[in-house]
């Protein structure tokens, strides 16, 4: 079955202690991408991935760190989480065609940061 | 002011009801993407458009370039389609910025 995979889906730390969400995708899709939803202020991007090895900051990157080591995984670090990082978080994965397909959704992970 | 701007935040419809929600966007695009999210949370692309209009089953979209307006429309509506319809913009460069999102809520 084509889906993207993240783990963990729930999640509460504390302050300062690093973490990684991992997300994974099984359609060979050049395009990754992690987003981050709030009350009010909608889903925003943090980091996106053309492709191995290619990662761009989006929207809002301070605080996260990214690799894109193999097509298929594209894991978000957060070296020392705040509390102003609880949030719902996506990872989404497309096909890099002409005009950018569709983008293939994760389950999301909610994190809470104490 | 926002790049993408969605309109109305809220809506209240009927079931059988045509509905329409807009957005607006004042930056230069690669795509437009209309996404769903139901109360559990997972989001669903439900187009990606480039130019002119799309249609899968009662949800059609249209996109004016020029006017940098778009339009998603669902036709007889049901308490089913109750859900978050959010409007993406693909820049160029490939990130990627969203409207805020609209709340459907079809009554039966």
């Known amino acids: 079955e084509a889906q993207v995979t993240q783990n963990p889906r729930y999640l509460i730390t504390v302050t300062g202690k690093k973490l990684t969400v991992t997300c994974s995708q099984n359609?060979?899709?050049?395009?990754m991408s992690w987003y981050r939803q709030d009350p009010g202020l909608g889903l925003r991007q943090i980091y996106y991935?053309?492709?191995?090895?290619?990662?761009d900051k989006g929207d809002v990157p301070e605080g996260y760190k990214v690799s894109r080591k193999e097509k298929r995984n594209f894991p978000l670090i957060l070296e020392s989480p705040s509390p102003n990082q609880t949030s719902l978080y996506f990872c989404?994965?497309?096909?890099?065609?002409?005009?950018?397909?569709?983008?293939?959704f994760g389950p999301g992970t909610r994190l809470t940061v104490l | 002011k926002n790049e993408v701007e969605q309109s109305p935040q809220n809506l209240t419809a009927q079931e059988g009801e045509f509905i329409t929600i807009n957005c607006s966007y004042s930056?230069?695009?690669?795509?437009l993407h209309w996404l769903q999210q139901h109360p559990g949370g997972g989001i669903v692309s439900l187009f990606m458009?480039?130019?002119g209009k799309k249609k899968h089953g009662r949800l059609i979209a249209t996109i004016n370039i020029q006017e940098k307006h778009s339009s998603l429309h669902i036709t007889a509506s049901h308490p089913r389609d109750s859900a978050v319809y959010i409007c993406?913009?693909?820049?160029?460069?490939?990130?990627?910025?969203f409207g805020k999102g609209t709340k459907l809520s079809v009554k039966p």
């Open positions: 989404a994965s497309s096909v890099r065609g002409q005009y950018y397909n569709e983008q293939f």
């Open positions: 359609m060979n899709h050049e395009y």
């Open positions: 991935s053309m492709n191995v090895e290619v990662t």
């Open positions: 930056v230069g695009i690669s795509a």
């Open positions: 458009l480039s130019s």
């Open positions: 993406a913009v693909t820049r160029s460069q490939g990130n990627l910025i």
